[in-house]
């Protein structure tokens, strides 16, 4: 009986240890406001020259790791930025609602032993870095700002983040 005890206490710490999660989180690349109106808040323009090349370079910094799903807001610009990643990964884009924060960092929060990446805007990804941190540490990026990378690793109930310049 002891011995049972013990082998079930050793699974049971063993999956603990194990269940860490990995949020990578990423603002959109530079976008294409050459045409008009493409700065307003219901504009939805593509990705500039510039920001295709900073999309497949995303793939190429990621490339340590190993994901298993990758989600973007639904425009035109932050699913480009995923593109390149998503081919490379042959992973199917998912997208959320960047209205509903709180529910998808939720959601996230939920899912175990998995490398998520997570295309949003300047105000979106750091909020939902700091849903996911369950802290308020970082502010909207620069409206000029698309070089960084939140990587936010969840193990064992505890946050941490790291971030970094593409």
């Given at each position: 009986m002891k011995k049972l005890i013990l082998?079930?206490?050793m699974i049971?710490?063993?999956q603990i240890?194990?269940?860490?999660?990995?949020?990578?989180?990423?603002?959109?690349?530079?976008k294409d406001t050459s045409n008009k109106g493409s700065t307003t808040m219901n504009a939805?323009?593509?990705?500039?020259?510039?920001g295709k090349e900073r999309a497949k370079?995303?793939?190429?910094?990621?490339?340590?790791?190993?994901?298993?799903?990758?989600?973007?807001?639904n425009f035109i610009r932050t699913a480009n930025t995923v593109?390149?990643?998503?081919?490379?990964?042959?992973?199917?884009?998912?997208?959320?609602?960047?209205?509903?924060?709180?529910?998808?960092?939720?959601?996230?929060?939920?899912?175990k032993n998995k490398t998520i990446v997570i295309a949003g805007h300047n105000t979106t990804t750091p909020a939902l870095t700091n849903l996911l941190l369950k802290?308020?540490?970082?502010t909207a990026l620069k409206e000029t700002?698309?070089?960084?990378?939140?990587?936010?690793?969840?193990?064992?109930?505890?946050?941490t983040v790291k971030v970094i310049e593409y």
């Open positions: 082998i079930i206490l049971v710490s063993f240890v194990q269940a860490q999660s990995t949020f990578i989180l990423i603002r959109h690349a530079e939805n323009p593509p990705l500039s020259q510039k370079k995303l793939a190429d910094v990621l490339n340590t790791y190993t994901i298993n799903e990758i989600y973007s807001t593109t390149p990643l998503a081919i490379k990964n042959n992973i199917q884009i998912k997208f959320y609602n960047h209205k509903k924060l709180v529910e998808f960092a939720n959601q996230l929060l939920l899912e802290q308020n540490k970082f700002e698309y070089d960084k990378i939140f990587i936010v690793s969840i193990n064992n109930m505890e946050a």
